[in-house]
């Protein structure tokens, strides 16, 4: 435990005072105060293991429609009502200030004084990619070969802004140096919180830690592959074919993911979702996403949505867990719609504040105590079951269809570790069964709106991927951008996302307004070339099909 409030204690001096670039003269100079030198750079990238999501519940989620707050009282306002809310678009621009200078930072140390790390070395490298890979498809052009450099002088202090597609080429070449340069007969890498020694599987010895590695990194690259379907399927299928021969995650072992020991470390995402300050009643599962648990008869939903008896005290409360007693709020409908119209909707909650819907279910996979998980092999299967239906990868449709069918497997597989994890809280109110049992993933396969059909395929994998990503819905909306699937009815509550040949949706976030504040000639020009700093512009790999 001293460990862990060593690594989080390291990581936060990091990230305050050597990770900033907000007003760039004065930090530049100001970061020659505080330098740490003889600190194991292992602990300290160990605590960035742990900061990974930027997106919140009304963010992301709400977007790709798992999640909505139906309140409309000024500050809840967001994008379920289709407002462009610069407060829920600039989290992963705040990796600049924060994990992309650490990571920075580490490397020089490495470099100068820890040469031979070698795997650490390239796990950093490995893991910086990830991070930049994240704000492009958020973003689009960002900047990125001056970025993070305000400490060498006053020509960096206002970074100009690369091409996206530019920037994927290069983390493309950085992944695959990172990937080539880890070495098992090197150094082994005692702090790393995914595949340490006490990671959530753990690795022996630097082979197999070393092996883990090499499979996130062409795990990458398979995602980074099929970013490019629509825009370059030849580059995209050579892509895919190099991360498949490379070796990808093979099992739930290889999952990237973060657990933790309460009550020093929690899974802060879901903490607004049982915390009583924040009106736990705001918040709700999203129609569409509810209405595809139901009819499908997934098994998981037990674990994602509830039907609790109070809507207040939900982290303590009872209720409902059967499928016919769970209700998604419609999207773009505000509580107050809800609660005087009656006749079309559910109303208010007959015991409680809140309305009488289904909520997110902090009791099972929202529990602060669940882990969190930035990639795991069920959503790597999904991909290469796309891959093998579009002939990239071996196999056919026949591979296609097993990929598939593994990925969903795997995915219900992980909520029996977030079910142990839930049933450690005595105060839970709803008991759960800690497991998927083979009879109900094979009568899910079976079901006829998800059973394998190759004139399907497409459809069936990225509706998946979309449930899968439910704790992740960053990537669940990078991939429905990508994919268009599932089909998703357009928020209508107002018309703005319509404006600058927009389709109703968001394909991007904006710039932030400290961004246009401190680099504003670059910001304008990048937003010039782009098409305008518009929600509904979309980033490269995201091109309008005819």
């Known amino acids: 435990m001293k460990k862990l409030k060593l690594i989080t204690f390291i990581s936060a001096f990091l990230l305050l005072f050597v990770g900033c670039d907000q007003d760039f003269e004065e930090l530049a100079l100001e ?27 009304e963010s992301e989620a709400t977007v790709v429609q798992y999640f909505v707050l139906p309140y409309n009282l000024g500050a809840t306002a967001g994008f379920n009502f289709n407002y462009d809310v610069m407060g829920q678009q600039n989290a992963e621009w705040g990796n600049y200030t924060g994990n992309l200078r650490t990571y920075k930072n580490l490397l020089k140390i490495i470099d100068e004084s820890y040469p031979e790390r070698t795997n650490l070395k390239s796990v950093i490298r490995m893991w910086k990619a990830f991070v930049f890979m994240n704000i492009v498809d958020t ?42 340069a880890l070495d098992p007969n090197k150094d082994f890498m005692e702090y790393d919180v995914f595949f340490g020694p006490k990671g959530h599987v753990g690795s022996p010895d630097a082979a197999a830690q070393v092996a883990r590695w090499k499979k996130v990194g062409n795990t990458l690259l398979l995602r980074m592959a099929l970013r490019y379907s629509k825009l370059n399927p030849s580059k995209g299928a050579a892509l895919a074919t190099e991360a498949f021969n ?12 973060v657990t933790y020991e309460p009550p020093n470390f929690s899974n802060g995402r879901h903490g607004n979702l049982v915390n009583a300050a924040t009106n736990p009643y705001y918040y709700y599962a999203a129609e569409p996403f509810v209405n595809q648990l139901k009819n499908t008869r997934d098994p998981r939903s037990k674990y994602i949505i509830a039907k609790f008896d109070d809507a207040v005290n939900v982290q303590n409360a009872t209720g409902s867990l059967d499928w016919d007693d769970q209700f998604g709020v419609p999207v773009g409908v505000p509580a107050d719609v809800i609660v005087d119209n009656t006749e079309d909707y559910r109303g208010p909650h007959p015991i ?3 309305l009488n819907y289904s909520q997110i279910n902090v009791q099972a996979g929202a ?91 497409l459809k069936l994998i990225n509706t998946q991927y979309w449930v899968v990503h439910i704790w992740d819905p960053r990537e669940g909306l990078f991939n429905w951008r990508r994919s268009g699937y599932p089909v998703l009815e357009r928020n209508k509550y107002n018309d703005d996302f319509l404006q600058n040949g927009g389709d109703g949706f968001v394909h991007r976030y904006r710039y932030t307004d400290d961004e246009y504040r401190r680099n504003r ?10 098409g305008g700093d518009f929600v509904t512009t979309r980033v490269f790999w995201d091109i309008k099909l005819p």
């Open 352 to 354: 409680s504040n809140g």
């Open 246 to 257: 490379g070796g990808v995650m093979e099992s739930n072992d290889d999952n990237v993911m």
């Open 521 to 530: 000639e670059n910001v304008e020009a990048a937003a010039a070339k782009i």
């Open 367 to 457: 529990s602060t105590l669940t882990p969190s998980y930035w990639l795991t092999y069920a959503q790597t299967s999904l991909l290469l079951a796309e891959a093998a239906h579009r002939g990239w990868i071996p196999g056919g449709d026949a591979k296609a269809k097993e990929y598939y069918e593994n990925g969903i497997k795997a995915d219900m597989d992980r909520y029996e570790l977030m079910a142990t994890y839930a049933a450690s809280n005595p105060a839970n109110g709803i008991t759960y069964p800690l497991k998927i049992t083979d009879t109900e993933k094979a009568d899910y396969l079976a079901h006829e709106l998800v059973a394998w059909n190759t004139d399907d395929a």
């Open 139 to 180: 973003h689009g052009d960002i900047p990125y070969f001056d970025a993070i450099r305000a400490d060498e002088g006053p020509d960096y202090w206002r970074p100009k802004y690369d091409d996206a597609q530019e920037i994927y080429d290069d983390l493309e070449k950085e992944i695959r140096e990172a990937v080539a």
């Open 31 to 57: 970061g020659q105060k505080y330098t740490l030198t003889d600190l194991d750079p292992g602990i300290v990238f160990a605590g960035s293991q742990r900061v990974g999501f930027g997106s919140s519940w």
